[in-house]
């Protein structure tokens, strides 16, 4: 370990200078301390995610006890885990709920299909996946270590910017302020658990890799946090920013559905004989799930019921099906596919997560935002914090590691094929339901009536690939066992998402939703 601590603390000294910190310390006439931490918007994603890196992958969860270093690293990650609410705080604090007045869709935009946050979720896609694919917590360790001085080196230096907020309107910051800096050590420990651990050639390597290969992607992300904030700042806010960054489409072109996989995707003729056991799982769950009796959910007695129930359903949905174009650009694709099964994975991965931006207009067309009436800081919550939506992140957290802790394409494949498979599953419910409510009330939503994109997704000529079919290729046994794994954890999940969002809409945990219902003496 004393050979990978000086790789960090090099980076944690050229870190510490980066322009963004000397920038948030130096005063500048006519901009207000506060206003230099609008770089943080830039940042939220990172923040609010921040409680769910912790609790799912930093952690050990059920496996922390076996041994003191894995308690380590996860008693730290109990603590870091609550950081996120700090942030809300401090937002409502700051005023920012006024100063944005974004409404739900326009804050789940900004978030999550804005080109502006682009690169944010490209980078916090691919730190999650660095600490993932560090199981062993020498590895770990060096990656979190990376991570806490990074975050140490940002809070020394907005701490002076909240003490002066502070000074002049008698209101704390806490997580901006001296609070949270106590909290922040810059380690990922509290002792000193880890200097003398011995590591092979090949722990050095990954971890030292690992450790580098973090500090790069926060030095990206500060350097552009620090540009688009300067910009904000000479445009007087976020006026400007709002107009082209968080302003979801009314009306996208589309063509009437069914979905039809004309290319190698749908594993409906037979399996290789090594696979007919992860083919009979995944046909299994498809029934099963078809078969539950929460698909009855999506049936209404009148009109004013179904609206009530597609408004839920797209609220509840939101944030996997804003999400999808982040999984199928970031985390199923090989950066370098080096055979033909990555690039057919690749293949696939630009076919699929093309249909979010549809979500916008059914939200839309629904007049979802005023139902909600949600400022900012709530919208927030409801996304990241809320007891309700507990089984989302629960969803992510089973099928972010299928992806990030093998290499295998088949396995891959069998990810992209469960979430197909189940998801079609559940849509062919609720489009029935949003077929009836679009032609009876004359609404436009396409993305819950299975509407499609016109264009084809732009693929070079690539006959082998093309050509493979996953499901038919030899596999080992543990492969085999793994993709089994697989399946029944991602069917076991959405089950329990929908679960959830049933057991959600009968304690009426979002009245603002059922409002229409109760004026209609439901």
Known sequence: ????????????????????????????????????????????????????????????????????????????????????????????????????????????????????????????????????????????????????????????????????????TGKELIYWGDFHLARESGHAVDDDAFDSAVLTEEQREAARRRAIRIFELIDEQNSDMLRLAQETISQGGFGYRKAIHAAPPKWVPTIPGPEVFDFNFWPDTDAHPSQRIIQQTWRQCRKALRESEHMNFFTADTIEEAKAKLRFAVLYSATDTCGTPTVY????????????????????????????????????????????????????????????????????????PHIDVTFEPVLRYWTIATLKGLTETYAAATGKLADWVAEEAGLDLPYMTLRLRPDKPDLEEDPEAEALEFWRLPVTEDIAKHGVELVTGIYEQILARLDAMVASWDRKDYPEVLRALDEAGR
């Open 1 to 168: 370990m004393k050979q990978v601590l000086p790789t960090i603390e090099y980076w944690r000294d050229r870190i510490e200078d980066h322009p963004l910190h000397t920038w948030l310390e130096t005063p500048e006439e006519n901009v207000r301390p506060e206003q230099k931490l609008w770089f943080a918007l830039y940042f939220t994603n990172f923040i609010m995610y921040f409680r769910e890196l912790n609790m799912y992958h930093i952690s050990y969860r059920e496996d922390r006890e076996l041994d003191a270093q894995r308690e380590a690293i996860s008693a730290h990650a109990d603590e870091d885990m609550t950081h996120s609410k700090m942030f809300m705080r401090d937002l409502r604090t700051l005023g920012w709920d006024e100063m944005l007045g974004w409404r739900p869709c326009e804050l789940y935009y900004w978030l999550f299909l804005s080109e502006v946050n682009e690169q944010l979720r490209r980078r916090t896609t691919q730190i999650t996946k660095l600490v993932i694919e560090a199981e062993d917590p020498l590895v770990r360790f060096a990656v979190v270590e990376s991570i806490e001085t990074c975050g140490n080196a940002l809070f020394r230096h907005t701490n002076k910017l909240a003490n002066e907020f502070t000074e002049r």
């Open 329 to 400: 650009k970031y985390m199923l694709p090989y950066p370098i596919p080096v055979n033909v099964q990555q690039r057919a994975i690749n293949r696939l991965s630009k076919r699929f997560g093309r249909r979010a931006a549809m979500l916008f207009v059914d939200w839309q067309s629904l007049d979802l935002d005023s139902y909600l009436d949600w400022p900012v800081s709530r919208t927030l919550e409801f996304i990241y914090l809320d007891r309700a939506t507990d089984s989302h992140r629960d969803t992510r957290a089973i099928i972010t």
